[in-house]
Antibody, heavy 119, light 107 residues
Framework: QVQLQESGPGLVKPSETLSLTCVVS????????WSWIRQSPGKELEWIGY???????SYNPSLKSRVTVSIDTSKNQVSLKLSSATAADTAVYSC?????????????WGQGALVTVSS | VIWVTQSPSLLSASAGDRVTISCRMS??????LAWYRQKPGKAPDLLIY???TLQSGVPSRFSGSGSGTDFTLTISSLQSEDFATYYC?????????FGPGTKVEIK
């Protein structure tokens, strides 16, 4: 059973960079698309971006200028960096695996990590 | 950006009930639609994709229909584990977008 576990600082200061890691167990990151998705309090789920295991990426235009998603196949993990964080970036951040049969469908999700942006 | 709406936002039902949740897109997406169930404190579970394809391992009481802008998720007989929040999501265009969710609660 594929499992995803996000980790990283739960508190980030405004203007700093939010960084999270998603460790994948029970399966390989190779050959799949990996996305980051967030949900701010009282708001809808927002897709942040994805990376394919060979390194190609696609980002939500609303966040593109501040987002970097990377992958480390040797560690079987995916990472997210969101620069110039503001209070609006406070959210639960989840990583998810792309369904190999349908790009854009997420068949495994992590539990999510709450990140609060506050001084 | 394709905007996604869901109705109702809250649905009260009893175990064994047949329930239907609607999802509407701001523009046509063919059948590039997925449905997820999220139990409290848990990660979402993929239920259906391409509007009507049941994900492997998902019980047959779940079914999906629709194309273009209007879609429906039906649960034929509500079970205890189905009291949760349901989200639809389009993957026709970037950025992929989700609906606001429908919470199914015990009546």
């Amino acid at each position: 059973q594929v499992q995803l576990q996000e980790s990283g600082p739960g508190l980030v200061k405004p203007s700093e960079t939010l960084s999270l890691t998603c460790v994948v167990s029970g399966g390989s990151v190779s050959g799949y698309y990996w996305s980051w998705i967030r949900q701010s309090p009282g708001k809808e789920l927002e897709w942040i971006g994805y990376i394919y295991s060979r390194g190609s990426t696609s980002y939500n235009p609303s966040l593109k200028s501040r987002v970097t998603v990377s992958i480390d196949t040797s560690k079987n993990q995916v990472s997210l960096k969101l620069s110039s964080a503001t209070a609006a970036d406070t959210a639960v951040y989840s990583c998810a695996r792309g369904n190999p049969s349908a790009l854009g469908v997420f068949d495994y999700w992590g539990q999510g990590a709450l990140v609060t942006v506050s001084s | 950006v394709i905007w996604v709406t869901q109705s109702p936002s809250l649905l009260s039902a009893s175990a064994g009930d047949r329930v239907t949740i609607s999802c509407r897109m701001s523009q046509g997406i063919s059948t590039y639609l997925a449905w997820y169930r999220q139990k409290p404190g848990k990660a979402p579970d993929l239920l259906i994709y391409t509007a009507s394809t049941l994900q492997s391992g998902v019980p047959s009481r779940f079914s999906g229909s629709g194309s273009g802008t209007d879609f429906t998720l039906t649960i034929s007989s509500l079970q205890s584990e189905d009291f949760a929040t349901y989200y639809c999501q389009q993957y026709y265009n970037f950025p992929w977008t989700f609906g606001p969710g429908t919470k199914v609660e015990i009546k």
